[in-house]
């Protein structure tokens, strides 16, 4: 498994080096294929050599061969940081198995001269994906107050195919679903904790429909339609309340892009949730950024293609990116606990409407007051 590890890392750090051209050239509608890496100062091509991940950055100590203008800090910690998440997925999904699903045991490091199964490398590929397509979207949020359509719209595309060919309760037999008695509602006490979790974690409702049976292409694709539909209204909606109680324009519709992706892979009720997870790592992310700055001015990392950036303003991105991965990784434990609100319509309905009504009255509650006019002389 130790080789695997190396595979991996080295993997994700080439993975990273591909983010590091989608930052650079996408926000500006660049082809990401032609030309070739080059210095944007004297528009020299790059060596391949010195456009190794990590080790060309090192070697040319971030600085262009022929005229010595600098690279930024960003592309060694993208390719760093992918390199690290990648080997770090690889080590909880693969390695030890967190999500605890069949066909996919835990092998001590080192011990293990064999391949992992074909399952398991379904999973991490199919999770791996979704992964890079937040470390993409949520760098260029941060550096360009974008997220460009072009990555979530593709990643809407692998997660509603992977949905189709992987449903839920995939890699369980769907027979598993079984565990629940047929016809029982599944927000009662007897069915907490019976959901199989899958590469799909959750069935988009239960008990599911006799014409759309567990295990069935029908299931995944609707599993990952409805992910992707409420990943987007959810930000939606919340964008639309907001904009309403302040008077001005307030998240963007990237991040409903960013969250509809996210749902393709994940389902509907980990988008949703996700959502107010993040908000909460975007204020954590924006209190690091003022630590490390050591006052409020924004930091200076270039010009943004969205234009310059308000010191109370934080890009939403990255927080939203950090809100589904802190969300995925915690459902095992978080799911249990949430299986009454989300399997009761009227319960779910009554939280819905509650929500509403708190976030546009925190709208309206923020909106400031205008200026007063100057008096006249």
């Not at 979704?130 to 974008?146: N, Q, T």
């Not at 904790?193 to 409702?205: E, H, N, S, T, V």
């Not at 790592?281 to 924004?298: C, F, R, S």
């Amino acid at each position: 498994m130790i080789v695997w590890c190396v595979f991996v890392f080295i993997t994700g750090l080439m993975i990273g080096s591909f983010i590091n051209v989608l930052v650079a050239r996408l926000p500006y509608e660049k082809s990401i294929i032609w030309p070739s890496s080059r210095c944007f100062s004297c528009y020299r091509p790059i060596r391949r050599l010195d456009n190794l991940p990590l080790i060309g950055y090192l070697r040319l100590r971030g600085r262009c061969r022929w005229c010595g203008a600098r690279f930024s800090i960003r592309y060694l910690w993208v390719e760093l940081g992918t390199g690290i998440s990648f080997l770090t997925l690889f080590i909880s999904e693969v390695i030890f198995n967190w999500f605890r699903l069949p066909g996919i045991p835990w092998r001590p490091v080192g011990l293990d001269p064999g391949l992992p199964s074909g399952a398991a490398i379904a999973v991490f590929a199919y999770h791996a994906f979704l992964l890079s397509g937040l470390i993409a979207a949520a760098v260029i949020d941060a550096e360009h107050r974008i997220i460009p359509p072009q990555i979530t719209y593709t990643g809407l595309a692998v997660g509603v195919l992977g949905g189709v060919l992987m449903p839920w309760p995939w890699p369980h037999a769907p027979e598993a679903a079984q565990q629940i008695p047929a016809g029982m509602a599944w927000f009662l006490e007897e069915c907490v904790g019976k959901i199989p979790l899958g590469l799909q974690p959750w069935p988009f409702w239960g008990p599911t429909f006799e014409a759309i049976p567990p295990g069935s292409w029908k299931m995944g694709l609707l599993n990952a339609l409805m992910g992707a539909l409420a990943g987007s209204l959810v930000v939606r909606a919340v964008k639309w309340l907001f904009e309403t109680g302040l008077g001005r324009e307030a998240l963007g519709l990237g991040d409903a892009d960013l969250l509809m992706m996210a749902g393709a892979f994940l389902g509907w009720q980990i988008a949703v949730l996700s959502l107010f997870v993040g908000s909460f790592a975007a204020l954590v992310l924006k209190i690091v950024e003022w630590a490390i700055q050591g006052t409020g001015a924004p930091v200076a990392s270039g010009p943004a293609v969205g234009g310059p950036m308000a010191p109370r303003e934080l890009p939403f991105g990255p927080g939203l990116a950090v809100g589904v991965v802190l969300t995925w990784f915690g459902w095992p434990w978080l799911a249990p606990r949430l299986q009454f609100p989300f399997f009761d319509a009227q319960m779910m309905g009554i939280l819905v409407a509650m929500m509403g009504v708190g976030l546009l009255a925190a709208a309206l509650l923020l909106r400031r007051s205008p200026a007063p006019e100057p008096a006249a002389k």
